[in-house]
């Protein structure tokens, strides 16, 4: 099927919505069209006429695909399709799914990184940046038991993990990779209460690093991924529906 052939499965929308309407639809297109990855998507131009939107509007909701790695640009060329695209037939709105299957994808990068950057660090530490370490992790417990807002005391936590492995470029490039991945205002997995059953082990984890053991701290950060990983599986796969989320299609 031609790129311009996948217009046929799109119609103009009803309200000029920016969100989560505009997305349902070009997600509908793909999958009704069949398109895989590697496949180049219509012009901005044709998609923006034929669902009755702005080009602004549709150039704000591919730039929110692209944050999520769901396409990719290649400047005068085209937009292509860079991951598998389903609509939802679950309860499951279409971006949530989306923006857990990307999270997924940034979870097996993070995977090996961490590995590495916890390895290094349980090795390298000095006793200073232990006792830190283990400091760190005494205050974010706290915020997370007091069901504060905890961004910060894990963002120092695992800043002085980076720091004690002893190569920078391991914070530079972790904290590059969350903020790469663009979520929506009403995403479940930007809310304070996503991952909290993933904060229990982090005591495990520093408290190997202050030991020295590095295959006790590599298990330990690999068993805090695989919690977050499994909450994400949960949310996509309907079992969390996120309180007031709207069922798939509602929003069109």
């Known amino acids: 099927m031609t790129r311009n052939g996948a217009l046929s499965y799109l119609e103009p929308l009803e309200t000029r919505t920016r969100g989560v309407a505009v997305l349902d639809a070009l997600a509908d297109m793909i999958d009704r069209a069949g398109l895989v990855v590697g496949d ?40 292509y399709l860079a991951a598998r695209i389903q609509t939802s037939k679950s309860l499951v709105p279409t971006m949530i799914r989306l923006e857990g299957e990307a999270l997924l994808r940034l979870i097996e990068v993070r995977r ?13 530490a000095a006793p200073t940046q232990r006792s830190e370490i283990a400091r760190l992790c005494d205050e974010l417990l706290v915020e997370v038991d007091a069901r504060r807002n905890w961004h910060k005391a894990d963002s120092a936590f695992h800043s002085a993990i980076y720091d004690a492995s002893g190569n920078p470029m391991f914070g530079h490039i972790l904290s590059r990779l969350d903020e790469a991945l663009e979520r929506s205002s009403e995403s479940p997995f930007g809310r304070d209460d996503f991952g909290l059953a993933s904060f229990p082990p982090h005591r495990e984890l520093a408290d190997a690093i202050v030991a020295a053991d590095e295959q006790r701290a590599c298990r330990a950060i690999h068993g805090i991924l695989d919690l977050v990983a499994a909450e994400i599986r949960d949310i996509i796969d309907g079992g969390l529906l996120p309180t007031g989320a709207s069922p798939a299609g509602a929003d069109r």
């Open 40 to 79: 180049r998507l219509p012009p901005e131009v044709a998609l923006a006429t034929t669902l009755g939107v702005g080009r602004s509007t549709i150039r704000e909701a591919l730039n929110r695909w692209e944050g999520l790695g769901i396409i990719r640009r290649r400047r005068g060329d085209g937009t």
């Open 112 to 124: 090996a990184l961490e590995n590495d950057v916890v390895r290094m660090a349980t090795v390298k």
